[in-house]
């Protein structure tokens, strides 16, 4: 009950901010924008309208986590409001688990909305909806859930420019793991490849929870690797809640 | 208070004013930008690819659109298209699956460009990675059956391309008729055969028996309608 009640409020307290709007209308523009580009290409219009509006889900989502996700605790500190909660009967990983929720309820108004006019598009022009499209912005979703527990991590123990800082150069480095793994495996000697393998399995590897390719050319999914991927954000995300739990329970504020 | 109240909407609508004035000044002036005419530097799409942290698909689109473009300013220009073949290259690594660059950037090389060699590279390029369509393997048998006349390389391709999903209506024709040019009248006869049986199109049908009446009196073994319908089921 008390995770609901701060999750609720934190939801309400992410509504009110302009900068959500700013870049919701700015998604939204975009969306609607791809049927003109459409107009100056040769051929591939639906995939075009599909691509497009996957990338900004993708995009504007990232820039919401960020930019909502750093300041969900620091800005308590800032503003001492932390005191008033944490002398409340609540315990310290509520408030962390709370908050976290409170933001994803927030993911998950801004990507159904972006989601609707996607699929409002897709239904324009095709005259049908792919499943496939549907599985893809699922897992954009869950990507962005990531990001927003990797940007509340930070803003445990650090200033909400550092965590900005830190959760994009993350989000960055996660979709280059599975490169760097290569990479080392071509051309690196043995000290570099033993170095690249734990940072591959220590770093979120964001390019599991890319869909948009298999959505967007109809290419068959498999079952198991989806579940499986699935899962393993899910293990991530608890893994990265969690550290911030431990964190926040360490951190003094007297 | 009143009159600053008054001088920032004053100041508001002249602003609007002039730069709308101005905007129509630099274009008669031609200060627009102009069209694309190319690229300062187009990388090599194997390491732009990771670079583009999984945005490769929406890149490729945005590529192919400023291809178009590109194309569209140089035939109204110089038309020379030196950077064409590149960022098609480009283009279609980033996204493998994306067709239209093979098809269309294919047209443009051969029938504007004048790099048919550049043309074949592409089309096939598409193929290997694209084994479930047909568009690929079409366009390959059409360039060496119009262009190249070698009927074939021709049949090699349509053959591919006629047992490939949502294929049109007409490839297992002319596949049947290529086997019977280059001489292989039996192949020929078989796909007519084939084609009588499988099609729902009345059209289709008489054109199939037709061919295969005129294909077995040129050699010698005239079938009469009996023998057809005791033949074809």
């Known amino acids: 009950m008390k995770v609901a009640a701060i999750a609720l409020n934190a939801f309400r307290e992410a509504v009110r901010d302009r900068i959500l709007y700013a870049i919701l209308v700015f998604a939204l523009v975009m969306l609607a924008g791809s049927t003109i580009l459409v107009t100056i290409s040769v051929g591939g219009e639906e995939k075009i309208i599909k691509d497009l509006g996957l990338a900004c889900i993708s995009i504007f989502g990232t820039l919401i986590a960020v930019f909502l996700g750093i300041g969900l605790v620091s800005k308590e500190i800032e503003k001492r409001t932390i005191y008033s909660v944490i002398s409340k009967p609540i315990h310290r990983y509520q408030f962390i688990l709370g908050k976290y929720l409170g933001l994803v309820l927030t ?148 | 208070m009143k009159r600053l109240g008054l001088t920032i909407p004053v100041l508001l609508v002249a602003s609007l004013v002039g730069s709308t004035l101005l905007a129509a000044v630099l274009d008669v002036r031609g200060g627009h930008a102009p069209a694309p005419r190319g690229w300062r530097f187009l990388p090599e799409a194997r390491y732009l690819k990771p670079a583009l942290l999984g945005f490769h698909a929406v890149s490729a689109d945005l590529l192919w659109i400023q291809i178009v473009q590109y194309v569209g300013a140089h035939v109204e220009t110089d038309r020379k298209f030196p950077q064409l073949a590149k960022a098609l290259d480009v283009a279609t690594t980033l996204d493998p699956y994306f067709i239209e660059p093979y098809r269309f950037g294919a047209l443009y090389l051969l029938y504007l460009g004048r790099q048919p060699q550049a043309a074949v590279a592409l089309l096939e390029r598409g193929a290997n990675a694209n084994p479930e369509r047909w568009e690929l393997p079409h366009d390959l048998g059409r360039y060496y059956y119009l262009e190249v006349r070698d009927d074939s390389q021709a049949l090699r391709w349509w053959e591919r391309a006629a047992t490939l999903p949502g294929r049109p209506e007409y490839l297992p024709r002319f596949v049947a008729r290529l086997y019977a040019r280059t001489g292989r009248a039996d192949t020929a006869l078989e796909l007519w055969l084939e084609l009588y049986r499988t099609t729902q199109d009345e059209y289709m049908k008489s054109l199939a028996l037709r061919e295969i009446e005129r294909l077995k009196s040129a050699h010698g073994s005239p079938l009469t309608a009996n023998e057809s319908g005791s033949l074809l089921p």
């Open chain 1, 107 to 254: 993911l998950l108004a801004n990507v159904a909305l972006m989601a609707l006019g996607l699929i409002g598009l897709a239904y324009l022009w095709e005259g049908t909806v792919s499943p496939r499209l549907v599985l893809a912005i699922l897992f954009i979703f869950l990507e962005l859930m990531l990001v927003t527990a990797l940007a509340l991590l930070f803003s445990t123990f650090s200033s909400p420019t550092l965590s900005a800082i830190f959760t994009l150069c993350l989000f960055v480095a996660g979709h280059l793991t599975a490169d760097l793994r290569l990479f080392a495996a071509r051309f690196g000697g043995v000290l570099s490849k033993a170095a690249i393998e734990p940072l591959y399995f220590l770093l979120p590897n964001l390019s599991r929870l890319n869909l948009k390719d298999q959505a967007v050319h109809s290419l068959g999914i498999d079952g198991g690797t989806t579940i499986l991927s699935f899962l393993y954000a899910i293990f991530y995300i608890a893994a990265l809640v969690l550290a911030a739990m431990a964190i926040f329970h360490q951190r003094d504020f007297q």
